[in-house]
């Protein structure tokens, strides 16, 4: 289980600033495609806009949030998030793969345990179900221009192949370029919620950054510490997302207890 004593108090008090500000806001965030580019000889992921290209939003993001059951005829099924490359030359005739990176967790509120469901993905004839670690995928390529657009099938399957219970779930993924090779991207994590509130969800996007995808590590070293802090400070005050813990809009005392709460937590 991804979680440490530390958590739980973490998450009730980012529960009550999140919950505070959905209901301020009165909406969900807008939905994003994710974004699969080439830097140099290795796969980054960023998120972009849903369209035909989208519009890129972010050039490096690894937690994306989706819906379970938005069309009531497939109630554990999803095609949100779609899958976007950018025309260039690169990209032309060239295929990528995905691949599990580990198994499907699920949110208890303060961290990320294995229950033993799965998560299938399928796109035409292509099928791949994630197991209990690592787990291929399947390939795909690049229209002629070098783009890419398309919207998997995305199924989430109870332990022993039951219907699965309501809950908050998070499948794991990484991306490679396979002709021409590209070094695989760093994990990346699919947040998908069935049947609990946007609140609750919200939450659980928040805390797979913390403790999945790590943006409590600042300063990038592994373990939460002196430097991480030495990094905050230097943020103070500013909007700058590698400090804003909290994805309040700014670096304040908030993201300080965030990260104090933390001290000592190694990534995964």
Same mark, same amino acid.
């Given at each position: 289980m991804i979680r440490s004593s530390w958590q739980v108090v973490l998450a009730a008090s980012a529960a009550a600033s999140l919950s505070a500000s959905l209901l301020a806001d009165g909406k969900k965030e807008p939905h994003l495609d994710l974004w699969v580019r080439i830097v140099e000889d290795r796969i980054v992921t960023g998120s972009i806009t849903e369209g035909d290209p989208g519009e890129p939003v972010s050039e490096e993001e690894?937690?994306?949030?989706?819906?379970?059951?938005?069309?009531?005829?497939?109630?554990?099924?999803?095609?949100?998030?779609?899958?976007? +490359?950018?025309?260039?030359?690169? =990209? +032309?005739?060239? =295929?990528?793969?995905?691949?599990?990176?580990?198994?499907? /967790?699920?949110?208890?509120?303060?961290?990320?345990?294995?229950?033993?469901?799965?998560?299938? /993905?399928?796109?035409?004839?292509?099928?791949?179900?994630?197991?209990d670690g690592p787990a291929p995928g399947f390939a795909f390529g690049t229209e002629p221009d070098g783009?890419?657009?398309?919207?998997?099938?995305?199924?989430? +399957?109870?332990?022993?192949?039951?219907d699965p219970i309501e809950g908050i779930y998070v499948l794991q993924l990484a991306f490679?370029?396979?002709?021409?090779?590209?070094?695989?991207?760093?994990?990346?994590?699919?947040?998908?919620?069935?049947?609990?509130?946007?609140?609750?969800?919200?939450l659980a996007e928040r805390q797979a950054r913390w403790l999945l995808a790590c943006d409590l590590d600042v300063a990038g070293g592994g373990t939460v510490g002196g430097d991480d802090l030495s990094a905050l400070l230097s943020m103070w005050g500013t909007d700058d997302p590698a400090g804003d813990l909290d994805g309040s809009g700014n670096v304040d005392g908030r993201d300080l207890s965030i990260l104090l709460g933390a001290w000592g937590y190694e990534c995964p």
């Open positions: 690894r937690v994306f949030g989706a819906e379970l059951g938005e069309d009531p005829a497939f109630p554990f099924s999803a095609v949100e998030p779609g899958f976007q +490359i950018l025309a260039s030359k690169q =990209t +032309i005739g060239a =295929t990528f793969a995905f691949a599990f990176t580990g198994p499907v /967790l699920r949110w208890d509120g303060a961290g990320f345990l294995v229950a033993g469901d799965a998560m299938q /993905l399928g796109f035409g004839p292509a099928e791949a179900t994630s197991g783009s890419l657009h398309d919207h998997f099938d995305y199924t989430l +399957i109870g332990p022993g192949g039951t490679v370029g396979e002709s021409p090779f590209r070094a695989p991207s760093e994990p990346c994590y699919v947040v998908f919620n069935l049947g609990l509130s946007e609140e609750d969800h919200e």
